[in-house]
Structure formats: C-alpha cells, structure tokens
C-alpha cells in the first residue's frame, strides 16, 4: 500500500556533496515526521536527522553543519543535502516516514529500501 524509493546515493570523494532523496507513494492520507537513518555492517542503524510537520529539524552531532534535511508536502518528498563529506559517512541510508494511510486512523512507520553511499578517495 505504501512504498518509499530513496535515490541519489552513489560513490564520492572526502569533501564531496550528495543528495539523498525518498518520494512516497500510495494511499495516504497525512505524513508527519520523517527521517534519515544510516547503518554500517555490525553497528547499529543510526539516527541522522529529523524533519517534523513543522519544519523543526534535528541532527546527529556529526553531521551538524553539513549536512541539511528538507521536505516537500506536496510531493511527498524527504531529502537530504550532505556536504563535506568524509569517509565516516560511508553507510546504507534509510528514509523513514511516519504517516497515516486513507481510511485508517492508525499512524505507522514505514522504511526506504536503503541507498548506499560511499566516501572514499
């Protein structure tokens, strides 16, 4: 019913940018939060930054100052501008929306398929 696409992930160099994008699709009704994880093979997946319905926005420490989330009610969009890029930033990102499905009451959470970005020289 719901299916989210991330694209824009890809191999750079340290001090590159990338854009990270996630377009949701489906019958849905209202999308609240959305988010931004990453995971390295053995660690767990981490949070990286917030966008409420509000516009409010959060980051990990690491990433403050570089990297900048965005939405697009209208298209159902979340992205995520990273610049600076540094090898530690190496991982599978995920988006991941909270939203509320046509004829549902019920809020859930639901995850991107992953991208995988790459930083290295």
């Known amino acids: 019913q719901v299916q989210l696409v991330e694209s824009g992930g890809g191999l750079v160099q340290p001090g590159e940018s990338l854009r990270l994008s996630c377009a949701a699709s489906g019958s849905i009704a209202e999308i609240y939060d959305m988010r931004w994880y990453r995971q390295v093979p053995g660690k767990q997946r981490e949070l990286v930054a917030t966008?409420?319905?509000?516009?409010?926005?959060d980051y990990v420490d690491s990433v403050k100052g570089r990297f900048t989330i965005s939405r697009d009610n209208a298209k159902n969009m979340v992205n995520l501008q990273m610049s600076s890029l540094k090898p530690e930033d190496t991982a599978v990102y995920y988006c991941?929306?909270?939203?509320?499905?046509?004829?549902?009451?019920?809020?859930?959470?639901?995850w991107g398929q992953g991208t995988q970005v790459t930083v290295s020289s």
């Open positions: 966008i409420t319905t509000s516009f409010i926005t």
């Open positions: 991941n929306v909270d939203l509320r499905l046509r004829f549902s009451s019920l809020r859930r959470t639901y």
